[in-house]
């Protein structure tokens, strides 16, 4: 949540357009896809529903 507080007080004394809205969302999928990507985060792979909108799971050999 720190990282979404952080991008939301970026705009401080800004209006929340959809535009701005929309960085924030796009700002916050990146910094999911990097730390999947990284390691420190991944998927629950024995959830009932299986979303992997940030790409496949990375599977070792």
Do not use: C, W
């Amino acid at each position: 949540y720190r990282k979404f507080d952080e991008l939301v007080e970026s705009y401080s004394g800004a209006d929340l357009t959809e535009y701005n809205l929309r960085r924030i969302g796009s700002d916050l999928e990146h910094l999911m896809r990097s730390l999947l990507q990284s390691g420190q985060i991944s998927y629950n792979t024995e959830s009932r529903v299986l979303n992997y909108s940030m790409g496949l799971p990375q599977v070792a050999p």
